[in-house]
């Protein structure tokens, strides 16, 4: 099984809803990634995970919390939102380089598609 | 700043014909070179990925070739067919500290006319 799947496929919120997106695979996978892409832009950066454990925040703002309850699933909890933080939200996953991986293989889920109002 | 350039920023070619699109990068610490497919709604699939001890890579229509002392990279996609039709992502990445982190190009909007 090689994906990464993700739910819901579209989320619209307003800006003083509380909401979560998830992400989950069944590779083996022990790291695991959140980006934002806006439109015709690459995928950014949001937040890594290596063994359940956050390992790179890209300085994103704090209305914006991940989790990582197991090696399996990832969250991401949206607080407070603002309209510019519609995008299209990313996770992927990947062997981690502690498994002695040279190559970060990344594999993306579908996405999941966000409106602010 | 953006560490990977990639060119053209969108590109149309007639069916059968040869899609190119590159990439140059400054980091001599990347040893890792991957390319995403990225059709509209959907997330970014791995098509094709090199290292840099090979010069060439193919699979089946899809052929990457490396240029190490020249720090470019490029995509070529022969036999261009109407479901090619997606923006394509070069990226890089090294095997140190800065592991997790893509560095991705700006995408090129290929579109293939029947």
């Known amino acids: 099984d090689t994906e990464v799947t993700q739910t819901p496929k579209h989320l619209v919120m307003g800006m003083t809803n509380k909401k979560s997106l998830k992400c989950e695979q069944h590779m083996g996978h022990r790291a695991m990634y959140w980006y934002k892409q806006k439109a015709k832009k690459p995928p950014e950066l949001m937040f890594v995970y290596s063994y359940e454990k956050l390992s790179i925040n890209e300085s994103v703002p704090s209305r914006f919390s991940p989790e990582c309850p197991n090696s399996s699933l990832l969250n991401l909890h949206l607080h407070a939102l603002q309209p510019e933080d519609s995008a299209l939200y990313l996770c992927?996953?990947?062997?981690?380089?502690?498994?002695?991986?040279?190559?970060?293989?990344?594999?993306f889920g579908p996405g999941t598609r966000l409106t602010v109002l | 700043q953006q560490q990977v350039k990639q060119s053209p920023q969108s590109l149309i070619v007639q069916k059968g014909g040869i899609s190119i699109i590159n990439c140059a990068y400054e980091?001599?610490?990347?040893?890792?070179f991957p390319w995403y497919q990225q059709f509209p709604g959907k997330g970014p699939a791995l098509l094709i990925a090199i290292r840099p001890d090979v010069s060439e890579k193919k699979e089946g229509r899809f052929t990457i070739s490396f240029n190490k002392s020249a720090k470019q990279f490029s995509l070529h996609i022969m036999d261009s067919q109407p479901g090619d039709s997606a923006t394509y992502f070069c990226?890089?990445?090294?095997?140190?500290?800065?592991?997790?982190?893509?560095?991705f190009g700006a995408g090129t909007q290929v579109v293939v006319t029947p």
């Open positions: 992927a996953s990947s062997q981690d380089p502690r498994t002695g991986v040279l190559y970060n293989e990344q594999f």
């Open positions: 990226a890089a990445s090294g095997t140190t500290d800065s592991w997790g982190k893509l560095q």
């Open positions: 980091n001599t610490a990347f040893d890792y």
